[in-house]
């Protein structure tokens, strides 16, 4: 297994290039499956979730022409299995289950059980499609999900989740009548996927507010879309900048998405200057305390709960951190601890108290975000850290150690 050598204690300075965003990208493969033909995806970043979400539509039948864009063949999908192998390595293959049961009225697809940050059920999605009028039988650890047709139907979800409303809006296109999701997620990607969608000829509007009405139709083409920017990779490089004291410069971005993000790193001493499709962040000389608590979009997000509270442990002062969307996910408390950090967790809420300085040490994580903020705490730590479980990072950050090094970071991937 691969680690990533560290050697801490200098500003960042210069550009970082900004892929597309992985939870955009996910989605719209998954959306491939409402119908045959070549789709041609612009923008997709290379990362491992993106191999599984392609070995997932390979199993189901789909063939591809790699490059950018990314050609995906349908004609030939045949299959409507999600094997537990794959979804167990990944839960965004629950993604397929709109789609298959949109287009071929059946699907079967394991059911992703809790990951580390927490329970992440997904009956949501579940009851969702049943108002469509799919019928869901829990079978042997799969989600057996089929129906003689879709229609159309009022559905109101008691939490707004991103991938439920994707899977929601991808069964909907093509029912029967009108659909209307009601506490919908806003976010970005779910605009994004919507606004792919649309292009192939749905009929979705209302994106980005928290009712999506989708009247349905017959047939839908083959899409032509370009994946929009990562904001949570973008917002991780922001707070580089931040925690070494740098200067960091992103492009591509849409600023309108790092608003919570932008907002709270300027209470912590940061300054940006926005323009179109970049912004250039500059670290304060001293990083000033802030209180965080993740929300839905617009609220601040939960993927970057993690990195923010590795900038608070070098606060002047007590920043109070609450996660409210997951139940788990402060699992990177106890490595930035080894690193010298004083946090005190209790329940949701956690107290971190400013320190000087972070030395460097051995660490690992269980998860993407929380991996990202222990290359965050490193780059700003005396002396050497080395992370391990680097897979993580491989999920969700493309290049992590070139565009660190781009940027002036002492950084490597070393084989243990
Ligand atoms: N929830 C339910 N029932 C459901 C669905 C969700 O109770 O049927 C709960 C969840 O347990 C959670 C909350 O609703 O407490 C919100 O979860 P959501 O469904 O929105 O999360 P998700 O769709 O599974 C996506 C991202 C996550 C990101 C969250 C929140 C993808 C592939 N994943 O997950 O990204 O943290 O939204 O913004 O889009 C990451 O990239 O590191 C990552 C974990």
Redesign the pocket.
Known sequence: MDKIIIEGGRPLNGTVQISGA???A??ILAATLLTGGVHRLHNVPPLR?IRTAKTLLYHLGATFEEGDPLCVHTDTVDGHEAPYDLVKT???S??VLGPLVARFKRARVSLPGG?A???????????GLERLGVRIDLKHGYVEASAKRLTGNHIY??????????NLMMAAVLAEGQTVIENA?R?P?VVDLAHCLNNMGACISGVGSSIITIEGVSKLQPMDHFVMPDR?EAATYLTAAGITRGEITITPCISDHLEAVIHKLEQAGMKFEISEGSIKSVGGEVIRSIDIKTN??PGF???MQAQIMAMMCLAEGQSIITEK???N?FMHVSELKRMGADISIEGNTAVVRGRPTLQGAPVMAT???ASASLVLAGLAAEGTTEVSRVYHLD??YEGLEEKLRGVGARIERVKE
């Open positions: 992985k939870n955009a996910l989605p979730d990944m839960r965004a629950v993604l990951c940050i927490g329970a992440r059920p997904i009956n949501l999605h579940l009851s979800f008691d939490i707004p989740t991103v991938t439920g409303t994707a997620a976010e990607e949570i839905p979009y997000p939960t993927d969307i997951f139940e996910r998860d993407l975000r999920r969700g």
